[in-house]
């Protein structure tokens, strides 16, 4: 398969956590290769900026370098040092027909300047018609916008949305182009902040804009968090990438962003950053996942194995206590033309009962880090029992305490000790005919994916067709 690929072209921040290395990292998360091509080196910390150099002078040969031999198509843009760099940047775009996200970036998190005095007028006349997203936060489109967005209401950010994506329509010729606006932060209540997206979507021969908001929980603490604008624009770009419009990769992108912006790093200094690491295990928990679901979704009869709630795959980190060291497919497994169909992507944190179940069994055997829920029939648990060597146990619903029943999660709780006390152990299934408003289900537990893949063919051959 062809690994979709972008590009960032942006500075260096030896924090790692804005700048280009930020974009590089976030490109990676979300699956793409990441190209990167330096425009300056800032000398920062998470709080402090102490300076930059530009690098105006090396920018020509390394767009060249790569432009000039891989076919890189998306690009994101962050700090522009000088007028320069504008120059470059600008003929590189043209030159190769460039699809840029650019992400304004005058003055640093801890509030010094990221480009020479004036650029900004520079940027929005000869960059801004090149620029497909445009990522502000408040400050930067109250700027270009000429309006004040303190303490405003929804019509004026509305407005400042619409000033700003008018000039990045400014030179087009036809009006069937699409183009988007993000405004950051632009609103927020109590407990969320609102992103106010306009795009101008195409639908038929004509465009209509269209606003999109989107909630973020709100978190409260001192400060900012340094290089969030770049994780975000990034993941943008990095949608755009792997083929998503621009509506798709800007939710996708908030999605991601958000997923992420629950992990912050604090350092010693009181910076505050997202934690964009990743660890072996975790990629192993992913892998395990990605290996039972590409087997499940290459066999038509596994689709008559997914329930009405639909399917999900849980894997858990070896020691995992909370939730947000399980993983699971966001949205579940669903069916699509006869075959079963992942509805997002594998993630850790994906709340659901699966995820639920491990953390149950955890307590009672660290061996057990996976388990599925199957559609539940009548014929196929007689089969399993007389023709396989699983151990199967049924649990009976009507036998759980009412005090249980009113939270799904003592449920999962509830069901695993009844098992245990029953059994002595976790076996290979623990199956119920479900209640009132619960469906049936079977549950399969496993110690690894080969294991699962194992007991899943055993099952499969058994699906009355
Ligand atoms: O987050 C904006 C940004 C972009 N690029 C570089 C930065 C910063 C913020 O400090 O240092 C290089």
Same mark, same amino acid.
């Given at each position: 398969?062809?690994?979709?690929?972008? =590009?960032?072209?942006?500075?260096?921040?030896?924090?790692?956590?804005?700048?280009?290395? $930020?974009?590089?990292?976030?490109?990676?998360?979300?699956?793409?290769?990441?190209?990167?091509?330096?425009?300056?080196?800032?000398?920062? %910390?998470?709080?402090?900026?102490?300076?930059?150099?530009?690098?105006?002078?090396? @920018?020509?040969? *390394?767009?060249? $370098?790569?432009?000039?031999?891989?076919?890189?198509?998306?690009?994101?843009?962050?700090?522009?040092?000088?007028?320069? %760099?504008?120059?470059?940047?600008?003929?590189?775009?043209?030159?190769?027909?460039? &699809?840029?996200?650019?992400?304004?970036?005058?003055?640093?998190?801890?509030?010094?300047?990221?480009?020479?005095?004036?650029?900004?007028?520079?940027?929005?006349?000869?960059?801004?018609?090149?620029?497909?997203?445009?990522?502000?936060?408040?400050?930067?489109?109250?700027?270009?916008?000429?309006?004040?967005?303190?303490?405003?209401?929804?019509?004026?950010?509305?407005?400042?949305?619409?000033?700003?994506?008018?000039?990045?329509?400014?030179?087009?010729? %036809?009006?069937?182009?699409?183009?988007?606006?993000?405004?950051?932060?632009?609103?927020?209540?109590?407990?969320?902040?609102?992103?106010?997206? @306009?795009? #101008?979507?195409?639908?038929?021969?004509?465009?209509?804009? /269209?606003?999109?908001?989107?909630?973020?929980?709100?978190?409260?603490?001192?400060?900012?968090?340094?290089?969030?604008?770049?994780?975000? &624009?990034?993941?943008?770009?990095?949608?755009?990438?792997?083929?998503?419009?621009?509506?798709?990769?800007?939710?996708?992108?908030?999605?991601?962003?958000?997923?992420?912006? *629950? #992990?912050?790093?604090?350092?010693?200094?009181?910076?505050?950053?997202?934690?964009? %690491?990743?660890? #072996?295990? *975790?990629?192993?928990?992913?892998?395990?996942?990605?290996?039972?679901?590409?087997?499940?979704?290459?066999?038509?009869?596994?689709?008559?194995?997914?329930? !009405?709630?639909? =399917?999900?795959?849980?894997?858990?980190?070896?020691?995992? =206590?909370?939730?947000?060291?399980? $993983?699971?497919?966001?949205?579940?497994?669903?069916?699509?033309?006869?075959? +079963?169909?992942?509805?997002?992507?594998? /993630?850790?944190?994906?709340?659901?009962?699966?995820?639920?179940?491990?953390?149950?069994?955890?307590?009672?055997?660290?061996?057990?880090?996976?388990?599925?829920?199957?559609?539940?029939?009548?014929?196929?648990?007689?089969?399993?029992?007389?023709?396989?060597?699983?151990?199967?146990?049924?649990?009976?619903?009507?036998?759980? +305490?009412? #005090?249980?029943?009113?939270?799904?999660?003592?449920?999962? !709780?509830?069901?695993?000790?009844?098992?245990?006390?029953? /059994?002595?152990?976790?076996?290979?299934?623990?199956?119920?005919?479900?209640?009132?408003?619960?469906?049936? =289900?079977?549950?399969?537990?496993?110690?690894?994916?080969?294991?699962?893949?194992?007991?899943?063919?055993?099952?499969?051959?058994?699906?009355?067709?």
């Amino acid at each position: 398969m062809k690994k979709p690929m972008a =590009m960032s072209i942006a500075g260096s921040d030896p924090s790692s956590s804005a700048g280009i290395q $930020a974009d590089i990292r976030t490109f990676d998360r979300c699956g793409v290769h990441p190209f990167s091509v330096i425009t300056a080196i800032t000398y920062q %910390t998470a709080t402090e900026f102490f300076g930059y150099d530009s690098l105006s002078d090396r @920018l020509d040969k *390394q767009l060249e $370098a790569v432009l000039g031999d891989y076919p890189i198509k998306f690009v994101k843009i962050g700090m522009i040092p000088d007028m320069k %760099t504008l120059d470059i940047i600008i003929e590189y775009i043209k030159k190769y027909e460039l &699809s840029v996200v650019y992400d304004p970036v005058f003055v640093s998190s801890a509030g010094s300047r990221l480009s020479s005095e004036g650029l900004e007028l520079e940027i929005e006349r000869d960059l801004f018609p090149l620029v497909k997203i445009l990522t502000p936060n408040v400050n930067e489109a109250a700027y270009y916008s000429n309006l004040d967005l303190t303490n405003t209401t929804s019509d004026i950010i509305r407005e400042a949305a619409e000033i700003l994506l008018d000039k990045l329509l400014i030179n087009e010729t %036809t009006n069937i182009v699409e183009k988007a606006v993000i405004l950051k932060s632009a609103a927020s209540t109590q407990d969320k902040v609102f992103d106010i997206a @306009l795009m #101008n979507k195409q639908i038929g021969e004509e465009t209509k804009k /269209k606003f999109k908001v989107y909630s973020k929980n709100k978190i409260s603490f001192q400060g900012n968090v340094h290089g969030t604008g770049c994780v975000f &624009s990034s993941a943008i770009t990095a949608f755009l990438a792997k083929g998503s419009s621009i509506e798709e990769a800007i939710t996708k992108g908030e999605g991601f962003f958000s997923s992420k912006f *629950q #992990n912050l790093i604090d350092l010693p200094d009181g910076g505050k950053i997202i934690d964009l %690491t990743i660890s #072996n295990e *975790q990629i192993e928990v992913i892998n395990q996942i990605k290996e039972i679901y590409t087997f499940i979704s290459h066999s038509q009869i596994s689709s008559k194995l997914i329930p !009405e709630v639909r =399917m999900n795959i849980s894997c858990s980190l070896p020691n995992a =206590m909370k939730h947000d060291e399980i $993983a699971g497919i966001e949205g579940r497994i669903t069916i699509i033309n006869g075959y +079963p169909n992942a509805s997002g992507e594998i /993630k850790f944190g994906v709340s659901d009962h699966t995820a639920r179940l491990i953390l149950s069994v955890k307590k009672f055997d660290t061996s057990i880090n996976l388990v599925l829920n199957l559609k539940y029939i009548p014929e196929l648990i007689k089969s399993l029992r007389d023709k396989t060597d699983l151990e199967i146990v049924e649990i009976i619903r009507e036998n759980q +305490p009412i #005090n249980v029943k009113i939270k799904e999660f003592s449920t999962m !709780e509830w069901l695993i000790k009844e098992t245990v006390e029953k /059994k002595g152990k976790i076996p290979d299934i623990i199956w119920d005919k479900g209640s009132v408003g619960k469906e049936p =289900m079977i549950r399969l537990f496993g110690r690894n994916s080969k294991e699962i893949i194992n007991k899943l063919k055993k099952i499969l051959v058994l699906v009355p067709t």
